[in-house]
């Protein structure tokens, strides 16, 4: 549970007087996080770690000869962002491993196009993957074995949505995998959406359904799951992304390349292992040994308790597809809560319905008082439409949320089609649950997300503006200090690393970004054209945008 650097080690570190520093920002907008986000001029970094944070004029006693000096020229510096959920592996997956199926792919013609090209490269009987399609196709449908076997007749086909939640395949993988009209459905939480004869169309609701095809794709290797991280990573730390919390690790050669990359990179990840069943529990807690590495430790076990907004597990129905299941039920959601609860790790479960979230409830509290633990401080993925009571008892047990503001402007008018305005309100409630003391992070969850940017999920949380120009519930905006927060010192808190990142505080590490903006003084708006124009990690530059007017150079004196 301790992290892999630990606050004991650093704090400890007191540099010898007089220090000089191996790096120094000077001349900047430091906008620190601390406890009254104070905004200083100047920070200077030992070891990798944050030795003062000041004036112009005290940091400069820390230049010496070979010193850094990153002359920020007027422009500011945030914590490093901590993208608290988010899929990195899967980002490199879908470029290096599958028919990238995300738009410019909007519509099933689209895919078939995709596809048919990707079967004349393909030798026969081999497997084509693909990821990433949106849910609303020009078509106004999901692709289904129709559409795909015309492209495909050699090959098995297997496509997930770019929420993750759905999957199309085809005729030939119906075929490998024996599901045909006598084939049982799952018995919770997944759908083989069949015909009127009960022929399976080729479309599978949430995991437990497309699982039954997936397990036959031939698994990839740790070497090429490495290669997608770090493809991955090179585009996150652009972006001003300095730790991860990799939300679902699903497989063991996807835990050992994180692992594996612990000593070959800077990446700060916090690896949540995937469940889905209570067998998976007992077989991760028996099998996946906790890590604790450099950069990449072992965070905790994550379940998913309901599907997506269409599936989820709702007390009231809402309109488009009505399958409103769980994944579990009650009694073995208890049970494999409490068992990884026992673990002494964090528990991390997706919850979206108000009847999944009131389950999921339940058995977190029944956990905590089975086995009463100081601080598991377990998380509640997207939180989509909570009851008040729900947030009540949230802020009673010191759950962490874990939120996806730029849903907002991305499907705040389909929450309302969707859910009706009562339930939609209950969207993203920051300014309520912040105002209740409950410890929100935000981020972005790509990619099942349109963007892994930070800047949208900044811009959601203080205007609520949807695409489209809608101001969704502006009651529940929050200030884009508060938003900053939930982005750095929320997220390390909910991986317990609050007291090693998260603010630009003396004994913490120098994990920074430089932006374009500073996003304190700029009207919300100007949040989408701000741009990370360096990154740094552990007091070492490992992004710098061309063009940029900072400049480095050694000291003088
Ligand atoms: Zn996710």
């Known amino acids: 549970m301790t992290s892999a650097i630990s606050a004991q080690v650093l704090k400890s570190r007191t540099f010898q007087e007089p220090w000089d520093a191996d790096m120094v920002l000077v001349n900047g907008d430091i906008l620190t996080v601390d406890s009254t986000d104070s905004v200083q001029e100047a920070v200077a970094v030992k070891d990798g770690i944050i030795g003062e944070v000041g004036t112009n004029d005290e940091i400069s006693e820390r230049i010496g000869r070979s010193t850094e000096v990153v ?10 962002i901590i993208d608290s959920h988010l899929h990195l592996m899967i980002y490199g997956e879908q470029d290096l491993l599958y028919v990238n199926l995300r738009p410019p792919v909007t519509s099933i013609r689209d895919i078939q196009q995709v596809v048919k090209e990707a079967a004349s490269k393909t030798p026969k009987g081999e497997w084509i993957e693909g990821y990433g399609y949106i849910m609303n196709l020009e078509e106004g449908k999901l ?3 129709y559409e795909l076997d015309p492209v495909s007749p050699d090959n098995p086909v ?3 949505s770019m929420d993750g939640h759905y999957g199309s395949c085809n005729q030939y993988a119906l075929d490998e995998a024996g599901i045909d009209a006598n084939f049982p459905d799952p018995p919770t939480g997944g759908v083989i959406v069949r015909d009127k004869n009960r022929n399976p169309t080729g479309l599978f609701y949430n995991h437990i359904a497309m699982n039954l095809v997936r397990r036959l794709i031939p698994k990839h290797t740790t070497e090429e799951y490495k290669k997608c991280l770090f493809y991955a990573y090179e585009d996150h730390i652009a972006a001003g992304i300095t730790s991860y919390h ?13 692992k594996e990359i612990d000593l070959q990179s800077e990446m700060r990840a916090s690896i949540y292992y995937m469940s889905e069943t209570l067998k998976d529990v007992d077989h991760a807690v028996n099998t996946i040994k906790p890590f604790s590495g450099k950069m990449v430790r072992f965070a905790g076990w994550k379940l998913q308790t309901d599907g ?5 597990y709702t007390y009231n129905p809402h309109n488009g597809v009505t399958h409103t299941m769980a994944n579990w039920t009650s009694k073995n959601l208890k049970e494999g809560i409490l068992q990884l609860h026992k673990t002494g790790y964090q528990v991390k479960i997706h919850v979206v319905g108000d009847k999944a979230i009131d389950m999921t409830l339940d058995a977190i509290e029944y956990a905590v008082k089975s086995a009463p633990r100081k601080d598991p401080r377990h998380r509640l993925e997207h939180l989509i439409i909570p009851t008040d009571d729900a947030l009540k008892r949230i802020a009673q047990n010191n759950i962490v949320v874990s939120y996806q503001p730029a849903m907002i402007y991305f499907g705040g008018e389909e929450a309302i089609n969707l859910y009706g305005e009562e339930r939609a309100q209950r969207f993203v409630r920051l300014r309520t649950l912040l105002d209740m003391g409950v410890t929100v ?3 972005t969850d790509s990619p099942t997300s349109k963007t892994y940017k930070p800047q949208l999920t900044l811009y959601s949380a203080v205007t609520r503006k949807t695409l489209r120009g809608m101001d969704f519930f502006p009651k529940e905006k929050i200030s884009i200090q508060e938003a900053l927060r939930c982005y750095t010192i929320n997220g390390a808190y909910a991986s317990f690393e609050d007291d090693i990142k998260g603010s630009i505080e003396k004994g913490k590490l120098a994990d920074f970004v430089i932006w374009s903006h500073n996003m304190y003084k700029i009207r919300p708006e100007r949040l989408l054209r701000m741009e990370a124009e360096m990154t740094i990690i552990g007091g070492v530059i490992k992004y710098r945008k061309d063009g940029t007017r900072i400049t480095v150079h050694k000291g003088t004196q």
């Open 441 to 443: 992070c935000i981020n």
């Open 246 to 258: 990799a939300a679902l690790v699903a497989g063991e050669e996807r835990y050992n390349a994180y």
């Open 158 to 160: 297997f496509l997930t």
């Open 308 to 312: 997506t907004f269409l599936t989820a």
């Open 143 to 145: 692709p289904e074995k």
């Open 71 to 80: 002359d920020l020229k007027g422009k500011a510096a945030t914590p490093g």
